[in-house]
């Protein structure tokens, strides 16, 4: 095969054949929204290659659809067979003829957000993240509400301003009330911070009244996609009091184009940090297979990285809180979004938020162009990448989750 074929992906290329991610992409000369999957530098046009190579109907069918959510209610099963058919569509030397016209280099695609999302929920898994900002937000209180060790706490977001990565962000407005004053005023946030966080996308529908017990999460978790929730820290500290945070979050959350599948991420398995509060028999995974993950996260700030957060060191695993989610019999929908919450590891450059990295703004970092943050000012572009071990020492690309603070409007 020569290396200018597009077959041509080194084995440990990070978005290699055993990583396979969902996307949505657009072309300049033909700007329908398909789903793509991404195949090293490349994007595949996933509906165009089943119809290609004759796929059966129900693959086909899947893949020809504008956006993931069809697919994601098609349940695990299916997602099985679909990841089966592309692995035989990019690796079996019958299809390279049909095939190969059909992967797009990435310059030539936009990517758009890949799935409607039906609701987004919000978690707060990192022990070392709760930590820290408790002690910001409620100095002289135990850090940890005393709920903390026995369930994953979670506030409903705003699925509508879920945004692609690469939209820009626009410096929300909002109440706020300074340092030692009494009353609050309106105006631009003054300390407008990002949340390093991994995505997870539910597929396969649930009734209400039904529950999704730790070990039928597998079947419900499509993927997981990398995530920024920018938080208004002076609109959150005022307003959150006492039913959690709201306009200090739902202006803008942004995910990575790609949903790296759960299948890929079969070698990042790794059991989370011991629990030290028995848990209740719903969440106690003392004997369940390990659910934590693996993933190496970097968190940049004008190209410049500013921390590592590791998914790792997360106290609550994805089957937790979906588990936590749907005990009371809430139902499932396709597209449904739900975030662990900021990762923060337990070193000072391994926190997911830069409230902590600056001590609440107090240490401000230093920047190689020499000027310093607290928090982001206009203009500042943030990117959080991840990636995760694979099979064989070779690593699963998540890509990058980017976005550029423009000023308030008036
Ligand atoms: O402790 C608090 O009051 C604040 C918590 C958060 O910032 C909420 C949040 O988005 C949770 C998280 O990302 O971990
Ligand atoms: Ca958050
Ligand atoms: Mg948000």
Same mark, same amino acid.
């Given at each position: ?64 659809? =504008?956006?993931?959510? =069809? ?8 997602? /099985?067979? !679909?990841?089966?058919?592309? *692995?035989?569509?990019? *690796? ?50 135990? &850090? ?16 509508? /301003? ?19 004053? %009494? ?6 946030? $003054? ?29 419900? !978790? ?7 929730? #920018? ?6 500290? #005022?307003?959150?009091? &006492? ?13 990575? &184009? #790609? ?5 890929? $991420? ?10 030290? /509060?028995?848990?209740?028999?719903? $969440? ?31 106290? #609550? ?8 989610? *749907? ?9 449904? +979004?739900?975030?662990?919450? /900021? ?13 902590? $990295? ?19 000012? %206009? ?9 995760? &071990?694979?099979?064989?020492? !070779?690593?699963?690309? +998540? ?10 409007? %008036?």
């Amino acid at each position: 095969m020569s290396t200018d074929s597009p077959f041509a992906v080194p084995y440990d290329d990070p978005f290699g054949v055993h990583n396979l991610p969902y996307g949505v992409f657009r072309t300049a000369g033909r700007p329908q929204p398909r789903i793509g999957v991404r195949f090293g530098g490349r994007v595949l046009d996933a509906g165009a290659a089943a119809r290609a190579v004759g796929a059966p109907a129900e693959v086909s069918g899947l893949l020809s659809a =504008p956006l993931l959510n =069809p697919l994601l209610a098609a349940g695990r099963p299916a997602w /099985t067979r !679909v990841r089966a058919a592309l *692995t035989e569509w990019l *690796t079996g030397e019958q299809h390279r003829a049909a095939v190969g016209p059909l992967l797009v280099p990435l310059a030539d695609v936009a990517l758009d957000l890949p799935f409607e999302v039906a609701d987004y929920v919000d978690f707060y898994a990192s022990e070392h993240h709760a930590v820290n900002v408790g002690r910001i937000f409620r100095a002289g209180a135990d &850090p940890l509400t005393p709920n903390w060790k026995h369930l994953p706490i979670g506030y409903h977001g705003r699925a509508g /301003t879920v945004v692609v990565s690469g939209s820009p962000v626009v410096r929300p407005c909002g109440q706020r009330r300074a340092g030692g004053e %009494d009353a609050p005023s309106y105006g631009p946030s $003054l300390r407008l911070d990002v949340e390093a966080e991994l995505g997870f996308v539910v597929g396969g529908a649930t009734g209400r009244g039904s529950r999704v017990a730790m070990d039928g999460a597998d079947e419900h !978790v499509f993927g997981v996609c990398l995530l920024n929730d #920018w938080s208004a820290r002076d609109v959150q500290a #005022w307003e959150y009091v &006492p039913l959690g945070p709201f306009l200090g979050k739902s202006f803008a959350t942004s995910v990575s &184009p #790609w949903v790296v599948p759960l299948d890929a $991420l079969a070698h990042a398995r790794t059991a989370p940090p011991p629990r030290d /509060t028995p848990l209740l028999p719903y $969440l106690d995974d003392a004997a369940a297979p390990p659910r934590g993950l693996d993933i190496a996260m970097e968190l940049r700030l004008n190209g410049h990285t500013v921390s590592r957060p590791p998914f790792a060191a997360m106290y #609550w695993t994805y089957a937790q809180m979906l588990a936590h989610m *749907t005990v009371n019999g809430a139902s499932l929908r396709p597209g449904d +979004l739900f975030a662990s919450g /900021t990762v923060s590891g337990p070193e000072p450059d391994s926190v997911g938020a830069l409230i902590e $990295l600056t001590h609440g703004g107090q240490r401000p970092v230093a920047l190689p162009d020499g000027s310093t943050r607290a928090f982001l000012e %206009d203009g500042d572009e943030v990117v959080i990448t991840g990636s995760a &071990p694979g099979p064989g020492g !070779v690593r699963v690309g +998540l890509g990058e989750v980017a976005g550029r603070v423009e000023p308030a409007r %008036d």
